[in-house]
T-cell receptor, first 116, second 120 residues
């Protein structure tokens, strides 16, 4: 168990809908990362938050947004869903502080999104 | 920008044999971390091993070891005494050190992955 919790594990929805994926980082971790992994593909970095602030943005569509709350949990919002958005969405967390931190990313089990 | 390359999309190894997965990266930083993550069929991402660039000694975790060549920007993973449970997708990843985390920018870069099959 990595200590990173993602809910829900599975999500089935229709095109045009909006969904919210939730991530609770490991206790003490300040950074949260979101990744998208389509079938048999690598990890596509979407966005990173550090202590409530956006830290880096990758290949995230304008239909997608995220935020990190004061209790450090994060949500990824996907709207106007398309068939191509079907994928496994991972959240990862790390300590992410200055200094010689271990900087290891710990991954949640992922949320499998199916858009029908 | 940092990049991570894994030139072997697929590899196979006989059970109990040794296999080496390749990874090269590009960075202008002098202090950073390198990782190997394993993704079995369950799709869970599992940390296999971590190397700190300022350490010359190669990291080892049981049957897993790395060959870190900083000048060549190479970071290969060796799996000894391969087991059926080692069959998975393996991702090489780069991260700047904690000293650079105050800078805005993507902190983790993953390679495209190598699919390892273990033959009985």
């Amino acid at each position: 168990d990595s200590g990173v919790t993602q809910t829900p594990k599975h999500l089935i929805t229709a095109t045009g809908q909006r969904v919210t994926l939730r991530c609770s980082p490991r206790s003490g971790d300040l950074s949260v990362y979101w990744y998208q992994q389509s079938l048999d593909q690598g990890l596509q970095f979407l966005i990173q938050y550090y202590n409530g602030e956006e830290r880096a943005k990758g290949n995230i569509l304008e239909r997608f947004s995220a935020q990190q709350f004061p209790d450090l949990h994060s949500e990824l919002n996907l709207s106007s869903l398309e068939l191509g958005d079907s994928a496994l969405y991972f959240c990862a967390s790390s300590v992410g502080t200055g200094g010689r931190a271990k900087n290891i990313q710990y991954f949640g089990a992922g949320t499998r999104l199916s858009v029908l | 920008a940092q990049t991570v390359t894994q030139s072997q999309p697929e590899m196979s190894v006989q059970e109990a044999e040794t296999v080496t997965l390749s990874c090269t990266y590009d960075t202008s930083e002098s202090d950073y971390y390198l990782f190997w993550y394993k993704q079995p069929p369950s799709r869970q991402m599992i940390l296999v091993i971590r190397q700190e660039a300022y350490k010359q000694q190669n990291a080892t975790e049981n049957r897993f070891s790395v060959n870190f060549q900083k000048a060549a920007k190479s970071f290969s993973l060796k799996i000894s005494d391969s087991q059926l449970g080692d069959a998975a997708m393996y991702f090489c990843a780069y991260s700047p050190s904690g000293l650079s985390l105050d800078n805005y920018g993507q902190n983790f870069v993953f390679g495209p992955g190598t699919r390892l099959s273990v033959l009985p």
